[in-house]
T-cell receptor, first 112, second 113 residues
């Protein structure tokens, strides 16, 4: 099955700086890559996703890049704010598959 | 507003007891999922259902059971056979399997006392 690895497990940045979280996947058939943000005591929320026919996608301060050849994708958050502090999960799935495979999460702390 | 509701938010279970976690969605989603979350281990799939009256085991189904009698509801029973049930349980739904994003509930924290 698919194996998704996520790094780093913890990340601290100063407010206003950028944060980058990286994920790799093993199954070249994976073609959908969502990112989720989980605040303490709550369920994860989808913040951005990318499909394999696109190399980059942006939504205001958040962007995701995908390198299919290297089988890795990354989340970029610019101009970080304290409310960005949360755990972020990457995931991968196959169009014909039945589930997402999640990374182990990155705990992001934005220091005011 | 449409959404997915999990209850209760906190649940305490004595050893040897079965407990049932509720999950209800009004998003008209076909697929529903149960995940278990432990610190440092990400999310692991317990069971999923693509359609009413049908469900499939995920990676860690042992000690759990589910039912899908209605499209809106996908309850999870944690049985006494589950040796380490203390965890945060998340229910999710999606339009279908594959390339559809999940909508997650707010979770149930189960503690064995």
């Amino acid at each position: 099955g698919e194996n998704v690895e996520q790094h780093p497990s913890t990340l601290s940045v100063q407010e206003g700086d950028s944060a980058v979280i990286k994920c790799t996947y093993s199954d070249s058939a994976s073609n959908y890559f969502p990112w989720y943000k989980q605040e303490l005591g709550k369920g994860p929320q989808l913040i951005i996703d990318i499909r394999s026919n696109v190399g980059e996608k942006k939504d205001q301060r958040i962007a995701v890049t995908l390198n299919k050849t290297a089988k890795h994708f990354s989340l970029h958050i610019t101009e970080t704010q304290p409310e960005d502090s949360a755990v972020y999960f990457c995931a991968a799935s196959i169009w014909t598959g039945n589930q997402f495979y999640f990374g182990t999460g990155t705990s992001l702390t934005v220091i005011p | 507003d449409g959404g997915i509701t999990q209850s209760p938010k906190y649940l305490f279970r004595k050893e040897g007891q079965n407990v049932t976690l509720s999950c209800e969605q009004n998003l008209n989603h076909d697929a529903m999922y149960w995940y278990r979350q432990d610190p440092g281990q990400g999310l692991r799939l317990i069971y999923y259902s693509q359609i009413v009256n049908d469900f499939q085991k995920g990676d860690i189904a042992e000690g759990y059971s589910v039912s899908r009698e209605k499209k809106e509801s996908f309850p999870l029973t944690v049985t006494s056979a589950q040796k380490n049930p203390t965890a945060f349980y998340l229910c999710a739904s999606s339009k279908g399997t594959g390339n559809y994003g999940y909508t997650f509930g707010s979770g149930t924290r189960l503690t064995v006392v």
